[in-house]
């Protein structure tokens, strides 16, 4: 793990389920969806609806100093105003694939995105909670893990980048 540990640069995220989750513990579809549906609404208040996960946004922020932090996300709700200052505190740059016109099932948008960071894909740790995402990002050359709890990050990310 130490050579895997000096070989990154880049922690790549995914928002969805990872950092931003719904309010609702049940709802199961697309958070994207769900906002843009939500937001026709005269009464819509992104924050009874959505929540960042606190305690995983601090926790990333003490690796600003071992590597670059980005997210790559689908659609446009990183944008919304209740979180997007939030996002840029801890995050250099947020990749779209609405905006880059590639899906995190496309290889093509992880190529765009090691091209636009400068560094080579092995160099990136890419975290999602899709496995299927994950899967297209290994046949890419990233570093791949699957997100499924904060402790469960926590053991792998301190396995790749020890903590100070």
């Keep these: 793990m130490v050579k895997l540990a000096q070989m990154i640069k880049v922690l790549l995220f995914d928002l969805s389920r990872t950092l931003l989750f719904p309010k609702d ?27 960042l996960d606190e305690e995983i946004l601090i926790y990333l922020s003490d690796f600003k100093n071992k590597c670059n932090l980005c997210i790559f996300t689908s659609g446009s709700i990183q944008n919304a105003p209740e ?40 160099e990136i740790l890419f975290v999602d909670d899709s496995v299927d995402n994950v899967d297209t990002a290994k046949s890419a050359g990233l570093n791949a893990i ?8 926590k053991e792998d990310l301190e396995a790749v980048l020890p903590s100070n």
């Design 25 to 51: 513990i049940n709802y199961k579809g697309e958070l994207n969806k769900l906002h843009k549906e939500l937001s026709t609404s005269a009464n819509y208040n992104f924050l009874d609806h959505f929540y």
């Design 83 to 122: 979180i997007r200052s939030r996002l840029d505190e801890v995050f250099e740059r947020i990749y779209s694939a609405e905006e880059i016109g590639f899906g995190k099932k496309d290889m093509e948008s992880y190529k765009f995105i090691t091209e636009d960071l400068k560094v080579e894909p092995r």
């Design 146 to 153: 699957t997100y499924t709890s904060f402790i469960k990050l």
